[in-house]
């Protein structure tokens, strides 16, 4: 069966790093366009960028352009984002997520279960 696996989570300074990992399996990874989105405490969904499936394009929201990077490994069928000059305001629970939209026009979603940034002194 299909999992996304998220870690590398976990309490961070502001302006201090973390790098997070999404292992998968069960499905073919290199087909998917791959995303990352977290969720605040009291908030909705946010999407925070993605990566297309051969990796030619990046596209980040506004508020961690610059400082988010997202790619990819096929090889070991991971995503990860290396988040940097992090802020009190990225602290929430971030998932990765994969996309594939089949030549019928059906779409295969699948999520991870999260794992907790905290940014904060």
């Known amino acids: 069966q299909v999992h996304l696996v998220e870690s590398g989570g976990g309490l961070a300074q502001p302006g201090g790093s973390l790098r997070l990992s999404c292992a998968a399996s069960g499905f073919t990874f290199s087909t998917y366009t791959m995303t990352w989105a977290r969720q605040a405490p009291g908030k909705g969904l946010e999407w925070v960028c993605g990566?297309?499936?051969?990796?030619?394009?990046?596209y980040y929201a506004d508020s961690v352009k610059g400082r988010f990077t997202i790619y990819r490994d096929d090889a070991k069928s991971t995503l990860y984002l290396q988040m940097n000059s992090l802020k009190p305001e990225d602290t929430a629970v971030y998932y990765c997520?994969?996309?594939?939209?089949?030549?019928?026009?059906?779409?295969?979603?699948?999520w991870g279960q999260g794992t907790q940034v905290t940014v904060s002194n």
């Open positions: 997520n994969g996309i594939f939209v089949d030549d019928k026009g059906y779409d295969y979603t699948y």
């Open positions: 990566i297309y499936s051969d990796g030619s394009k990046t």
